[in-house]
């Protein structure tokens, strides 16, 4: 990304934080968000395809340096709930830090731009980690191709976690992000729990 690009970009990031923070990410128009970024409508463009795609561009950015550790956290701890416990903090902690832009996201559900974009992140840490330690993954039935239970096991749990904090972030007076965690954990499928060899 040029000088320029980047520029723009982190106005863009700033701003879209800003604004979603101040009201519902569905009721922002790109003309609003390009006049605050100081950028045109074009310019905008050339980013995002509009307030939602922008806003989950963004939190994906600083969602996969959270997952980033829980990958290596897998290896370096042996997995099992050490590894879960601590990566479900870290996403509740990050949540709970953007608390106004998560629940201005909601109605009820997380718009789909949001929701998909963090089903689709965690589903990935955990492919991979079930790609890298197949030995943890359910068995699948008889016949079914082993890389696609792997993929249905992963898309299982990350759909899941998404709409147990949908729960936790529509609450009124939310739980403590630990107590959320501790939550989401018992529910969890018993694999997160199997050691790395």
Same mark, same amino acid.
């Given at each position: 990304?040029?000088?320029?690009?980047?520029? %723009?970009?982190?106005?863009? #990031?700033? #701003?879209?934080?800003?604004?979603?923070?101040?009201? +519902?990410?569905?009721?922002?128009?790109?003309?609003?968000?390009?006049?605050?970024?100081?950028? %045109?409508?074009?310019?905008?463009?050339?980013?995002?395809? !509009?307030?939602?795609?922008?806003?989950?561009? #963004?939190?994906?950015?600083?969602?996969?340096?959270?997952?980033?550790?829980?990958?290596? *956290?897998?290896?370096?701890? !042996? =997995?099992?709930?050490?590894?879960?416990?601590?990566?479900?903090?870290?996403?509740?902690?990050?949540?709970?830090?953007?608390?106004?832009?998560?629940?201005?996201?909601?109605?009820?559900?997380?718009? &789909?731009?949001?929701?998909?974009?963090?089903? *689709?992140?965690? $589903?990935?840490?955990?492919?991979?980690?079930?790609?890298?330690?197949?030995?943890?993954?359910?068995? =699948? &039935?008889? =016949?079914?191709?082993?890389?696609?239970?792997?993929? #249905?096991?992963?898309?299982?749990?990350?759909? =899941? %976690?998404? !709409?147990?904090?949908?729960?936790?972030?529509?609450? *009124?007076? &939310?739980?403590?992000?630990?107590?959320?965690?501790?939550?989401?954990?018992?529910?969890? &499928?018993?694999?997160?729990?199997? +050691?790395? $060899?």
């Amino acid at each position: 990304m040029d000088p320029r690009q980047a520029r %723009t970009w982190s106005r863009l #990031v700033e #701003v879209v934080h800003e604004i979603a923070a101040e009201q +519902p990410i569905d009721e922002v128009s790109v003309a609003e968000l390009a006049r605050r970024a100081a950028i %045109t409508r074009d310019t905008f463009y050339r980013h995002a395809s !509009g307030p939602a795609d922008l806003l989950a561009r #963004v939190l994906r950015a600083e969602l996969d340096e959270l997952l980033a550790d829980f990958s290596k *956290d897998a290896d370096s701890r !042996g =997995g099992g709930l050490a590894v879960f416990d601590v990566a479900e903090r870290a996403l509740l902690a990050h949540m709970r830090e953007h608390r106004s832009i998560y629940r201005g996201a909601m109605s009820p559900r997380l718009v &789909p731009a949001l929701r998909d974009m963090l089903v *689709d992140t965690i $589903e990935r840490s955990l492919l991979d980690l079930l790609e890298r330690h197949s030995e943890i993954a359910p068995d =699948g &039935p008889a =016949g079914v191709d082993r890389a696609r239970q792997l993929r #249905v096991s992963a898309a299982y749990a990350a759909s =899941g %976690t998404i !709409g147990a904090i949908e729960v936790w972030l529509a609450d *009124d007076e &939310p739980a403590a992000s630990d107590d959320a965690a501790r939550a989401i954990l018992a529910a969890s &499928p018993a694999w997160w729990f199997t +050691p790395v $060899e």
